[in-house]
């Protein structure tokens, strides 16, 4: 009698194409529509799988793994993955997996292009023209705020805030960056950056971008102190999660003046924003998109394949997935 293959669950549709790989190895079901998962359908979904590739779209935790008693692995096609409760997943014994490094240029170009949209008030003056406001040239209209030779503050300086570094030594920019750990020197001088303590970052930065992992510890870091100490001719971008900001407090210091435009590609509810933040005109909002190019979101999603058919056992990394959270968890 033939052995039963393992079973795997597609959590999103992505590419057809990289996704038929697993059929190699694995039964696979396949999500075919954009779908908002209740916690009881991702439960049901995992009952009987072996594997599971899913996105940020998709909470897993403790509750939908409960009964999962096959469920070896979770593949998250994704750098960041606060999407799983992963210390409760690692107790069960089950992997898991994410997919950084080959989205960092990408996501660098968008979080320095979302910076300069900001400071640059590009789509307010879209909405204006758009709105048929422009009747003559004005000398005064819709003045920014310079790039070139102003200060960059980068909080988190991993894999994209070294990028985003990178990009700006070619605008002349002082770079300043704030992080967990100080980097080697070597790489400080790579970047061109400072080392400075929390408060002198955001006291001293024109542009301030966010690029740092999220966690319960640092929800609402950016708060109305952290706000109230920064320029009122700055920026803030935020490419990171959107949790790490206090909406509310952001929303006040745009609409009274204290910080001239913030660039958001993330936010706490997502899909859900802020009302007061769609209304305001000195904020560029994007619904999180900083990986969206499409070699990108293709080499992420090749990635989580990778890492799936490698934790269940299969293919030339058999047992050893290249991005295990953390490397010593071992299937079970």
């Known amino acids: 009698m033939t052995a039963a ?6 959590s999103q549709p992505l ?6 790989r697993l059929e190699t190895h694995f039964d696979v079901d396949a999500t075919r529509e954009v779908a908002d998962h209740a916690p009881e359908r991702i439960a049901e979904a995992l009952r009987e799988a072996d594997g599971a590739l899913v996105t940020l779209n998709d909470p897993v935790g403790a509750a ?4 999962a008693s096959r469920l070896r692995a979770i593949a998250n096609v994704g750098v960041g993955y606060n999407n799983l409760e992963v210390a409760a997943l690692q107790a069960q014994g089950i992997v898991v997996t994410n997919t950084p490094d080959v989205l960092t240029e990408t996501t660098a170009d968008f979080g320095f292009a979302l910076m300069m949209a900001a400071a640059r008030r590009i789509t307010e003056a879209e909405r204006w023209l758009r709105d048929g406001q422009w009747r003559g040239w004005s000398f005064k209209s819709l003045l920014g705020a310079d790039i070139h030779g102003s200060t960059l503050g980068i909080l988190g300086m991993g894999r994209i805030g070294q990028g985003i570094a990178k990009r700006a030594a070619g605008f002349g920019m002082r770079m300043l960056y704030h992080n967990r750990h100080r980097l080697p020197e070597e790489v400080e001088r790579e970047c061109r950056a400072s080392y400075v303590d929390y408060e002198t970052l955001f006291a001293q930065a024109d542009h301030a971008v966010l690029v740092l992992p999220y966690s319960a510890q640092n929800r609402h870091l950016i708060d109305a102190a952290t706000l109230a100490r920064m320029k009122p001719t700055a920026t803030l971008t935020n490419i990171a999660r959107g949790g790490l900001i206090d909406e509310a407090a952001l929303a006040d210091a745009l609409a ?23 209304a305001l005109d000195n904020v560029v909002l994007t619904p999180h998109i900083a990986s969206g190019s499409l070699a990108t979101r293709r080499a992420m999603v090749s990635l989580a394949v990778d890492n799936l058919i ?18 010593a968890v071992l299937p079970r």
Do not use: S
């Open 15 to 20: 590419f057809d194409d990289i996704v038929a």
């Open 310 to 327: 490698a934790a269940l056992g299969f293919g030339p990394d058999a047992g050893k997935p290249r991005n295990a959270i953390p490397h």
């Open 5 to 10: 293959r393992p079973r795997v669950w597609v």
């Open 64 to 67: 939908q793994v409960a009964a």
């Open 256 to 278: 009274a003046g204290r910080l001239a435009a913030a660039g958001l590609d993330v936010f706490e509810g997502e899909p859900n924003v802020d009302p007061r933040l769609l």
